[in-house]
């Protein structure tokens, strides 16, 4: 039975707004013949002249202005630059000296690794560079690559050579046969090759030495540059926002410590979009407002996105912007990109405009009458708004309220003679 009552209810219920919507199109029905009635004078239904009251009305011009024409877009304000702060070598975290909302600028230190390691490093690294260049004869801190024909192990190698060839060169130049054995001539080419292969091993070794001074600077250069990671320094000017770590922790190679972002400068971004992207150019102008603030933001369209989104078909614009007070990243925006800073276009007060249902309206006044005219309204500019479907310099009646089509109208005191000096001029 329950259910059977629902449905009574239910069809009673629909019947209901059947009802209404029959009674709402009979309405709007006798409005549109009566509106007919005014405009084409019928008689009414005795077959008299229907009487008419003449009602005073406040008119406006139609005129051609050049209006701004601009797309609008939402977007998001993003820092230009952002970064998180890594530990690049792994040790216990002595201090962090900056926190949420600090500013810090470039360069500055803002967290510390303990360095006792790595100072340690950097002695070791020191002292095996010490030792090779002791190797090579050289006192400590000297710099470069050294000439190996200036190490002494070469230069008495060399001269060991010299002198057995020295030798051997006069045991040649005598003359008289029999002067010189076989056995010693023998011997002097023996001492020279002997004299020659010292100083190939002397040149060798030279070579080696120089090879390990070369690795161990390069490892006292690897432990120095560990040794100033310890040191977490800003890479540009800008404002903490996270903290990711605490003093006292141990933090392994690329763990976070603080996020940082550049607020100097920032990014907007704003979505366009796809019917309206073919509009949009570089270099042209952008008004913005950060949503609930009055404030009117400047900028210049920068950069243009190369593709329309596949999922949202949006084109994304960017523009960059000076830090300013009330800007901050992740603010939601609403901007306006001009595209055309005069197009002349007709237009006429917004209250003079009727719509209903879609369909919008003004009443012309001809021969002293209003005449009711469909129009088409495009962009609102002030109190006046952008139309098409008039000529220049008619006039519409501002606020006609209930007003119809065919009724006869006359000009207030005022708007009389406003509108002789305009037609006087």
Do not use: C
């Not at 009674?23 to 005795?46: K, L, M």
């Not at 024409?69 to 975290?93: D, N, S, W, Y």
């Not at 500013?103 to 030792?131: F, H, N, T, W």
């Not at 410590?257 to 309206?276: K, M």
């Amino acid at each position: 039975m329950r259910g059977f009552a629902d449905m009574v209810r239910s069809r009673r219920t629909l019947q209901a707004l059947i009802f209404l919507a029959v009674i709402a199109v009979a309405g709007w029905g006798v409005y549109q013949y009566a509106s007919f009635e005014h405009e084409s004078g019928n008689p009414s239904r005795d077959g008299s002249a229907a009487p008419t009251e003449v009602r005073k009305v406040t008119v406006a011009m139609v005129q051609q202005e050049p209006i701004e024409r601009f797309v609008e877009a939402i977007g998001v304000m993003h820092p230009l630059e952002e970064v998180t702060i890594k530990v690049k070598v792994a040790g216990r975290l002595t201090e962090v000296l900056v926190d949420l909302g600090d500013e810090v600028p470039q360069g500055q230190v803002v967290a510390l690794v303990e360095q006792e390691d790595y100072d340690l490093e950097v002695r070791l690294a020191s002292a095996q560079v010490d030792q090779a260049l002791a190797l090579l004869g050289l006192f400590s801190g000297s710099q470069g690559l050294e000439d190996l024909e200036e190490l002494s192990m070469v230069r008495q190698a060399r001269a060991t050579l010299q002198e057995a060839e020295r030798h051997l060169r006069r045991l040649q130049q005598l003359s008289q046969p029999g002067a010189i054995s076989e056995a010693e001539r023998d011997n002097a080419e023996v001492a020279v090759e002997l004299a020659s292969g010292k100083l190939e091993d002397a040149l060798q070794e030279g070579r080696h030495r120089v090879a390990t001074l070369t690795e161990r600077r390069t490892a006292l250069a690897i432990a120095e540059r560990d040794l100033s990671e310890t040191l977490l320094r800003a890479p540009f000017e800008g404002a903490v926002t996270r903290r990711w770590a605490d003093a006292g922790e141990y933090l392994h190679i690329g763990e976070p410590v603080l996020s940082l972002v550049r607020t100097d400068r920032l990014r907007l971004r704003l979505e366009v979009p796809e019917r309206l992207a073919p509009y949009v150019q570089l270099g042209q102008s952008v008004r913005f407002q950060v949503d609930h603030q009055g404030e009117v933001f400047e900028a210049r369209v920068e950069r243009l996105s190369p593709v329309i989104e596949p999922g949202s078909r949006i084109l994304t614009v960017e523009s960059q912007v000076a830090g300013a007070e009330g800007l901050r990243p992740g603010s939601f925006v609403r901007g306006q990109i001009v595209i055309d800073a005069e197009d002349p276009v007709l237009t006429l007060p917004a209250s003079a405009l009727v719509s209903f249902a879609g369909v919008h309206r003004v009443f012309v006044v001809q021969d002293g009458r209003a005449v009711e005219r469909e129009v088409s309204p495009g962009q609102r500019v002030g109190s006046r708004v952008e139309v098409s479907g008039l000529d220049s310099g008619e006039l519409v009646v501002l606020e006609p309220g209930n007003l119809r089509g065919g009724a006869e109208v006359s000009f207030s005191a005022p708007t009389a003679a406003r509108m002789a000096g305009v037609h006087e001029g």
